[in-house]
Each structure stands twice: as C-alpha cells, then as structure tokens.
C-alpha cells in the first residue's frame, strides 16, 4: 500500500513531531531531520532525495544569516562562509527511520523513488510506545481501576509475561461482542495484542503453542473470563475447539494434556 493511501482521512490530534523535537539535543542532526518534516508537515510525502539535499545545505549553510533571500552574486560568498557538507547524509536517514518508524514516520519505493511521509499518532499511542499501557476509553471507570488492574497482573502481559508496550485489551473482542467490562479486560503485550486483534483469544495460544507456560496462561485468562460470565460465542468457541486440539495434539507425545482438552465446549 502507498503512503499516500494510507493517509486518506487522517487528522493530526497530536503534534508528535513537536514533541520529538523538544525532547532531542540542539544542534544535533535529529534535530535538522525533525525541523524538515515539521515544516513539510503531517501526510504529505517528501522525497528521499529533497530530504538529503535540504538536510545537506541546511548543514553547510545554517550559519549564514539570509537577509532579503540570495541572489546570483551571492553563492561565491556564501561558500566562502559555509561549513562542511555533511557526510553519509544517506546513512543518517536510515537510522532516523529507524529510530521514528514506531511514531508514524513511513516509508515507501525503492532507490532514488523512496518517499517518506509522516501519519499522526494518538497521544494515546505515543504514551504506549513509550510504556504506558494502551486503556480502551470504556473499559475501566476511573485510572484508579486501571491502575489497580495492571498492578495486579504485575504489569506483564498475561500471556507470554513480557512488560514491553502492554495494552488492556477486551478478552472478547469489542467488535463482535460490544462489551465494555473490567470482567473481559485482559493485559497483553503488542505481539500478543496483534495476534489476537479481532479475533478470539486462542490464536494467541496457536501462535505461542512451543511454550507451554503460554499455553498454561491462556487457560487461566480464558477460565477467568467464562467464571465472570462471559462464554465465547457459537463461532468463537468452535475456533477455540479446533485450536485446541491443534494444540494437545503439539504436546501429545510429551504431556497429557487434560487440563487444555477440558476447555473444549460441547
């Protein structure tokens, strides 16, 4: 997909280029590489090459004072004046890209065609790239049971217990159930949270089923979830059959596998 289709309808709630900036050291090439894309702006892509080339001059020039714009006459002195160019201008936005990507920075095309282009992010997500869990707005009433409820999972995803970018997620997936209750929530780490995007929570257990503590850990999420009153529907839990088996079946010859063979629904 292009950039420019991926940034159909979206509208910048959040300057987080603006933050990025306040946070990096001044006069750094960070800092140059940010001020480029803050005045191009959000969802308008740039080519690789006006990146490098305004990055170049901006670095050979920045300490030239233009007063009334350059004319002809001018470049002889403004040489004269300028700095060095900088040096593998084309390795320094690699590694912008690499730093940035996670905060909507995007890339596409190959070579000479590369383009970048800058989506807005949520404060929300930027928060979570930074460790802060990810809280639908309705599934908890206050931040105090928020708070309380990640506590009390000790801040790890309940799954494969990774503390890295975690999310309170609706254990039944808020799209097809339209439930907002603390009784589904369940603490996810973002490759957990991927897996199981709109889908039920077993894929998740099919995808870490070689680790078998993960395995253990989505019985007693899932227990959890159907004791508070919240079975899988038809669908779901024919999903959650089939997973099941596929699962029991990868341990068959090492364990008996009685406790995740319970969880079938019939």
């Known amino acids: 997909m292009s950039i420019i289709s991926k940034t159909a309808g979206i509208t910048a709630t959040f300057c987080v280029i603006t933050k990025l900036l306040s946070e990096c050291r001044k006069g750094t090439q960070t800092e140059t590489l940010l001020q480029i894309f803050i005045k191009r702006g959000y969802c308008s892509p740039i080519a690789k090459r006006e990146i490098e080339k ?7 020039f920045k300490a030239v004072n233009f007063n009334g714009g350059i004319t002809i006459n001018d470049i002889e002195q403004l040489v004269l004046m300028s700095g060095n160019l900088p040096g593998d201008v084309q390795r320094q936005l690699r590694s912008f890209y690499d730093k940035y990507h996670a905060y909507g920075l995007q890339r596409d095309g190959e070579g000479d065609a590369i383009r970048y282009c800058w989506l807005p992010i949520s404060e929300e997500e930027f928060d979570w790239i930074r460790g802060k869990p990810l809280v639908p707005r309705n599934i908890f009433g206050s931040d105090a049971e928020r708070d309380d409820f990640i506590n ?10 990774s503390d890295t970018r975690l999310a309170i997620d609706h254990w039944r997936a808020h799209s097809v159930y339209g439930v907002d209750s603390p009784a589904i929530a369940a603490l996810l780490c973002e490759q957990c949270n991927n897996t199981h995007h709109n889908y039920d929570g077993a894929k998740i ?3 870490r089923k070689d680790n078998l503590q993960c395995v253990k850990n989505w019985i007693i999420v899932e227990t959890r979830v159907r004791n508070n009153g919240f079975n899988p529907n ?7 059959n089939r997973i099941i088996d596929q699962v029991a079946a990868f341990y068959q010859d090492n364990f008996e596998f009685t406790e995740l063979l319970a969880m079938k629904i019939v």
Not at 54 to 60: K, N, P, V
Not at 152 to 161: A, D, F, H, P, V
Not at 234 to 240: I, K, N, P, V
């Open 54 to 60: 305004t990055y170049g001059l901006f670095t050979a």
């Open 205 to 207: 257990m099919l995808k």
């Open 234 to 240: 038809a669908t779901d839990a024919a999903e959650q």
């Open 152 to 161: 009390s999972k000790q801040g790890k995803c309940e799954i494969c217990k």
